[in-house]
């Protein structure tokens, strides 16, 4: 065939230098759209060969429906998750590929980060000396050595975390559906996370299952004093019930790279307007919470991995039987897919 024709929706400034820089031979003819994929805007993808799409765009049985109807073959998913694709109903019509790992470095580096900037209060500390403020009042931290961390989700990333985690001299405890063999992990139940842990940190998909794994009741289980890091999915933890354990002080600190409600928010400039999301406005006018616009993929290393592998399962697609980072729902049964049969998923 000639050139994949790709449409490529939800695209910002550095996306469209890592694609066009991972794009060497000018095989893919790309046309970038600033606009998400949705049902207001499937009709932009007619006569495309491919949509690649990221975390915010929706993709439901109607945008399935309309991509099909238009001749599109595959979505291209340049990131991990896939909660915002139906694939229920995609299967059987449109193939789904994604980027499992891009640079799990950069999601667990980030979280403790976030982790380091919020225990020993950089933040509060480089806005005061900026004024040249030079008071330490207020700004006494804790020590991470000897803590206990509870990881939930120990794929890469939840691995690379730990290894870092171990790094401070921490006391590791995770839980995972499925426990990663010979890994020298202390796994225990979703309880004794709640229960012993002096800091939590997301590294898990979103399923219907976990979906506000974080509530009311489990914050009560919780340490007083507890911190909570989220660089995962923001419907793990449900913001209301966040701002009533912040309120409450139960909860000592909340770093969030991920918000549930981020869709309308995250990856735009809001800093002239006022943002109608009062729980959001909450949450950032705590003391204790950090919040960061979901950039805990954003190194230079991680966007080119992104490209690469997202161009490569394009060609992998059109060229052979089978896509080693397909998903479909025959195989998100079985929890993940194990591409154990030599061809595609349907």
Same mark, same amino acid.
């Given at each position: $065939?000639?050139?994949?024709?790709?449409? *490529?929706?939800?695209?910002?400034?550095?996306?469209?230098?890592? *694609?066009?820089?991972?794009?060497?031979?000018?095989?893919?003819?790309?046309? *970038?759209?600033?606009?998400?994929? /949705?049902?207001?805007?499937?009709?932009?993808?007619? %006569?495309?060969?491919?949509?690649?799409?990221?975390?915010?765009?929706?993709?439901?049985?109607?945008?399935?429906?309309?991509?099909?109807?238009?001749? @599109?073959? &595959?979505?291209? &998913?340049?990131?991990?998750? +896939?909660? #915002? @694709?139906?694939?229920?109903?995609?299967?059987?019509?449109?193939?789904?590929?994604?980027?499992?790992? +891009?640079?799990?470095?950069?999601?667990?580096?980030?979280?403790?980060?976030? &982790?380091?900037?919020? @225990?020993?209060?950089?933040?509060?500390?480089?806005?005061?000396?900026?004024? *040249? #403020?030079?008071?330490?009042?207020?700004?006494?931290?804790?020590?991470?050595?000897?803590?206990?961390?509870?990881?939930?989700?120990?794929?890469?990333? %939840?691995?690379?975390?730990?290894?870092?985690?171990?790094?401070?001299?921490?006391?590791?405890?995770?839980?995972?559906?499925?426990?990663?063999?010979?890994?020298?992990?202390?796994?225990?139940?979703?309880?004794?996370?709640?229960?012993?842990?002096?800091?939590?940190?997301?590294?898990?998909?979103?399923?219907?299952?976990?979906?506000?794994?974080?509530?009311?009741?489990?914050?009560? $289980?919780?340490?007083?004093?507890?911190?909570?890091?989220?660089? /995962?999915?923001?419907?793990?933890?449900?913001?209301?019930?966040?701002?009533?354990?912040?309120?409450?002080?139960?909860?000592?600190?909340?770093?969030?790279?991920?918000?549930?409600?981020?869709?309308?928010?995250?990856?735009?400039?809001?800093?002239?307007?006022?943002?109608?999301?009062?729980?959001?406005?909450?949450?950032?006018? $705590?003391? #204790?919470?950090?919040?960061?616009?979901?950039?805990?993929?954003?190194?230079?290393?991680? &966007?080119? #991995?992104?490209?690469?592998?997202?161009?490569?399962?394009?060609?992998? +697609?059109?060229?052979?039987?089978?896509?080693?980072?397909?998903?479909?729902?025959?195989?998100?049964?079985?929890?993940?897919?194990?591409?154990?049969?030599?061809?595609?998923?349907?």
């Amino acid at each position: $065939m000639g050139k994949i024709r790709i449409a *490529f929706f939800d695209a910002k400034d550095y996306d469209i230098e890592s *694609f066009n820089k991972a794009n060497v031979d000018d095989r893919y003819e790309i046309t *970038f759209f600033e606009t998400r994929l /949705s049902e207001d805007t499937v009709k932009l993808a007619e %006569g495309f060969d491919v949509v690649c799409v990221f975390v915010n765009d929706s993709i439901g049985a109607k945008v399935i429906d309309g991509l099909v109807n238009d001749g @599109v073959k &595959l979505i291209a &998913l340049r990131c991990a998750g +896939y909660n #915002n @694709v139906d694939i229920e109903h995609a299967y059987g019509r449109i193939h789904i590929v994604r980027v499992p790992a +891009y640079s799990p470095y950069a999601v667990a580096e980030h979280a403790i980060a976030l &982790l380091m900037a919020s @225990v020993r209060k950089i933040h509060k500390a480089y806005d005061r000396t900026r004024d *040249f #403020n030079f008071s330490l009042s207020g700004l006494t931290g804790f020590d991470l050595h000897g803590k206990t961390v509870g990881v939930i989700g120990t794929g890469k990333i %939840g691995r690379i975390f730990i290894d870092i985690c171990r790094g401070f001299g921490m006391n590791i405890i995770a839980y995972d559906k499925y426990p990663a063999k010979d890994s020298g992990i202390e796994y225990v139940e979703l309880s004794e996370i709640w229960k012993r842990s002096d800091i939590i940190s997301f590294h898990c998909p979103l399923t219907d299952e976990n979906m506000h794994m974080v509530n009311d009741d489990t914050i009560a $289980m919780m340490k007083k004093g507890v911190v909570l890091i989220n660089t /995962s999915r923001g419907a793990l933890i449900d913001s209301n019930a966040l701002l009533r354990g912040i309120k409450d002080r139960k909860i000592g600190a909340a770093c969030l790279d991920v918000y549930e409600e981020e869709s309308d928010v995250f990856f735009h400039d809001f800093s002239g307007q006022i943002v109608d999301d009062d729980t959001l406005t909450r949450l950032i006018s $705590m003391p #204790n919470v950090i919040v960061t616009s979901h950039q805990a993929f954003l190194t230079g290393e991680a &966007l080119a #991995n992104i490209a690469d592998t997202t161009l490569a399962n394009v060609s992998e +697609y059109f060229e052979n039987d089978v896509c080693a980072n397909e998903i479909c729902y025959h195989c998100e049964k079985v929890g993940s897919c194990p591409q154990a049969h030599a061809h595609k998923c349907f």
